[in-house]
């Protein structure tokens, strides 16, 4: 099933795929996601429900107020949380089912924080209020479900914020919940916070350079090659001013299709010698890789490709 297009920050350089038992807006190809890398998938086989895994793989290197701001932003999540008057804090795990949230994040840009409750009423109906009185702020995102041989289901709502912060790159509240013995519900809450890594010098064009190469791979209908020579200063300049204000990408894993065209600029400092820079994009996936001298990062798209493809002198009908 193909999920519909949902808009996030721009240009995330991830591809996520999630099918989900629930509910609700689902993400797809959109350019505008998360800045954290994730895939997300609930599949459903045999009756069997297997979902939420999901991936946050950050870039090293973020500020430190980066990460003091999303700690700051995961207590804000959780304090948002609603929840039944007769909800018991506990201090670890009801069950083993509730060790690990149903979103299973890694990567040292993203901050995690958990709390556990037992809530006296059951499963469903602790569900449905939940459904009625969402977090502060937020709104849902998705739902769904895991189980398996031996294991009590367990199900999972998660809300986030699309208007973020400076800095950060997605905001969630998940809740995991599982049924309980005396008709209670055990509950886990994650709030998770990621925030950009930010960019330095060693990973800008030098400004400098005089000299740039467009290699633009074309597929679909009319497969082919165009190379442009870029000798103009104004173009370089414009070039090189866009690529150097492109916001980055706290994200790893990604996925794309492999049909798709690939535009890269290669820089430097003359016609003739070595490139000091090149960024790559590959067509509908959402980021540009910038690869330097000194470093590399991933980066937000922006208006790079509309650029790229005038200079090609291609239409968007003709690039896929």
């Not at 038992?21 to 689902?26: D, H, M, Q, T």
């Not at 790079?304 to 239409?315: F, S, Y």
């Amino acid at each position: 099933m193909s999920p519909p297009a949902r808009p996030r920050v721009p240009g995330l350089g991830r591809l996520v795929r999630r099918v989900t038992g629930g509910s609700g807006p689902l993400p797809g190809s959109s350019p505008r996601w998360p800045l954290w890398g994730r895939i997300t998938a609930v599949a459903v086989a045999a009756g069997l429900l297997v979902g939420f895994a999901a991936i946050h793989q950050g870039l090293a290197g973020a500020a430190v107020q980066d990460r003091a701001a999303a700690r700051a932003a995961a207590g804000q999540l959780l304090a948002a949380a609603i929840l039944p008057r007769s909800a018991v804090p506990l201090a670890g795990p009801p069950v083993p089912a509730l060790r690990q949230s149903m979103q299973q994040p890694a990567g040292d840009n993203l901050v995690q924080s958990t709390r556990f409750w037992r809530i006296p009423i059951p499963l469903g109906a602790f569900r449905a209020f939940a459904r009625a009185h969402p977090p502060g702020g937020l709104q849902f995102f998705t739902g769904g479900a895991l189980s398996g041989p031996g294991l009590p289901t367990t199900y999972a709502l998660v809300w986030d914020r699309t208007a973020l912060p400076s800095g950060l790159s997605s905001l969630e509240l998940i809740y995991s919940f599982v049924s309980l013995r005396g008709s209670a519900t055990g509950l886990r809450i994650d709030a998770q916070v990621v925030w950009r890594p930010q960019r330095t010098a060693a990973t800008r064009v030098p400004a400098n350079d005089r000299h740039a190469v467009l290699t633009w791979l074309l597929f679909g209908a009319q497969p082919g090659r165009r190379v442009v020579d870029i000798a103009s200063s104004r173009t370089l300049h414009g070039l090189i001013a866009t690529i150097n204000r492109l916001p980055t990408l706290a994200v790893g894993a990604r996925s794309c299709a492999l049909s798709q065209d690939t535009v890269s600029l290669q820089f430097s400092v003359h016609r003739g010698a070595r490139p000091n820079a090149t960024a790559t994009e590959v067509l509908g996936c959402g980021w540009v890789s910038l690869r330097t001298a000194r470093g590399s990062v991933d980066l937000q798209p922006g208006p790079l490709v509309t650029m790229e493809r005038q200079l090609a002198g291609l239409t968007a009908a003709q690039t896929n």
